[in-house]
């Protein structure tokens, strides 16, 4: 049992987990912000422009309430929030290629004395076809 709790501490503390759950949480506010940008902001100004509260306007099918206004501010959510991502990454992957690192073309190996041989001997034998 000690060891499953090492092994868990050791993954559960990892770099990579705890960089993820912060991204998570980040995400998760950042969702309620976007969220409230939309509901407070961006749909009033929608209602300005159509003279309606936009966030109650549904479609009434007998018992049934469309609601397509809930629908598009969901739509909107998911549609800023994927723009602010693309930036991010993209604003992300510029900073992180300012100085890309320039890779080294590896030196070609030293040749062996035995290959030196061979390629003599070969240089030879091919002269020796040619002289025929």
Known sequence: MKKFWEEFKAFAL??????????????????????????????????LLFQLDFS?????????????????????????????????????NKAVNLHPKKEEEPAAPAKSPELLELEKITA???KQNENK
Do not use: C, Q, R, W
């Open 14 to 47: 990892k770099g990579n987990v705890m960089d993820m759950a912060i991204g998570v949480i980040m995400a998760s506010a950042f969702g309620t912000v976007v969220s409230s940008l939309t509901d407070n902001i961006i749909n009033p100004i929608i209602g």
């Open 56 to 92: 109650n306007v549904a479609i009434h099918m007998g018992s049934v309430d469309l609601k397509i206004g809930a629908f598009i501010s969901s739509v909107i959510n998911f549609l800023l929030m994927a723009l602010v991502l693309f930036i991010m990454v993209k604003a992300v």
């Open 124 to 126: 030879l034998l091919e």
